[in-house]
């Protein structure tokens, strides 16, 4: 039967048939390996995202009560004064503070060296040594943590020394006219675009005659007094200034020009500069909230021509990406100088969506190394302040 169908099994029929089974056995052998390695390359990549989920769900995320502490008037002969800045871990890993260093030696600072679990406390001290120390100052201390997303955080303390054996007028190192000031300058550092703060600079009349205080050119979101209005010859006061941030309606750096109007007969119209930097309330946000916020990704943050002739005026194109659940929302952009401008194309990312920010340094009249930067505002909770940096060195033509 079979030779009637097939003919006569001999050698050549033999490889007629083997022949064709024996591809189509190799051919189902490189599928089958084919179909195996997708699946251990899939499981790998598997692997590999859980670990690397694992290595940043390790990390904690440190939020502090306040980063700027200001100890006002303090006299020498104190020898120091101490504050503590508390933190807490609002992230869902542990939380490690790696180093705290101060500014400089005239600053001291102990920390919380024990592991921060998930919703515990923790403080960050700085003590100030007044001796031989004269004056207003401001001393920064720079704290690492193993938060991946912000790993530094900047703390700052100010204030002024008054030195030993002054009079009451020479506390007051500021003199305009016959008027003499604490400082010229009242900073509203991290103010909430919610919030109302009170501040005041202690003034003191150098002059023979009364001194009557008024104020112009005074903005919608400022209400300021002297405390007395008239001033006596020889007598101290203040200047009571209420900074509304909700009036504002700003955010970032800030700042304001105040005439202060007198009957002074040396400079009877004086400036007080006041200066405010507005940041997002984020406090009330909750984790379900903070999961469902926007996140703003910048592909790069830093630029550098390289080596351009003065005139020339550098481009450059900063791509970012809304990498959140939510629409990012671009606050607003400020740049260092009048020589650099941004350009923004969407002040609105939906989730997923990129945008970008142009950016142009005219560098005429410039030599040499330039840094300019432009400060980016958003409503990204982690991020809400971002500065891209353009640099390079400028030849003269």
């Known amino acids: 039967m079979i030779e009637e169908k097939f003919g006569t099994f001999n050698k050549k029929n033999k490889v007629k048939i083997i022949f064709p089974l024996l591809i189509l056995y190799i051919c189902n052998l490189n599928e089958l390996k084919i179909a195996m390695m997708k699946r251990f390359s899939i ?30 008037t303090i006299k020498e002969e104190i020898g120091k004064v101490t504050t503590k800045f508390y933190f807490t871990n609002v992230g869902s890993g542990d939380l490690k503070l790696v180093n705290v260093k101060p500014s400089c030696g005239c600053t001291s600072s102990e920390y919380s060296k024990e592991i921060i679990k998930p919703g515990e406390k923790g403080f960050v001290s700085a003590t100030y040594f007044t001796a031989n120390r004269p004056g207003p100052f401001r001393k920064s201390i ?29 506390e007051l190192p500021i003199s305009i006219g016959n008027l003499k000031l604490m400082t010229n300058h009242l900073a509203f550092n991290d103010i909430k675009s919610n919030e109302i703060k009170v501040d005041s600079v202690k003034i003191y009349n150098k002059w023979g005659h009364p001194m009557n205080i008024g104020f112009q050119e005074v903005p919608s979101n400022v209400k300021i007094e002297a405390i007395p209005a008239v001033l006596e010859s020889g007598e101290f006061g203040y200047i009571k200034v209420t900074y509304d941030a909700k009036k504002r309606n700003d955010f970032g750096l800030i700042f304001d020009r105040i005439a202060i109007s007198t009957n002074d007969n040396v400079q ?81 990312i939906k989730k997923g969506k990129t945008g970008s920010i142009d950016i142009e340094f005219n560098t005429s009249g410039r030599k040499d190394r330039e840094h300019k930067t432009v400060t980016i505002i958003t409503n990204d909770p982690k991020n809400h302040e971002i500065v891209l940096n353009i640099h390079g060195e400028i030849s003269e033509k």
């Open 142 to 170: 720079t704290v690492t943590t193993n938060d991946v997303d912000r790993p530094n955080t900047i703390l700052f303390i100010k204030g002024t020394v008054t030195p030993l054996n002054t009079s009451a007028e020479d």
């Open 43 to 72: 499981l790998l990549l598997i692997l590999m995202a859980a670990n690397i989920s694992t290595i940043f769900a390790q990390s904690g995320i440190i939020s502090f009560e306040s980063t700027t502490n200001d100890f006002g």
């Open 268 to 348: 009877p119209i004086k400036v007080l500069n006041i200066s405010a930097r507005i940041i997002e309330d984020f406090s009330k946000l909750n984790e379900r909230d903070l999961k469902k916020s926007p996140i703003i990704s910048f592909k790069e943050t830093d630029f550098d021509f390289g080596n351009v002739v003065a005139g020339t005026v550098v481009k450059h194109n900063f791509v970012f990406t809304n990498q959140g659940k939510s629409d990012l929302i671009i606050r607003k952009t400020k740049s260092s100088c009048g020589c650099t401008t941004a350009d923004l194309k969407n002040s609105v």
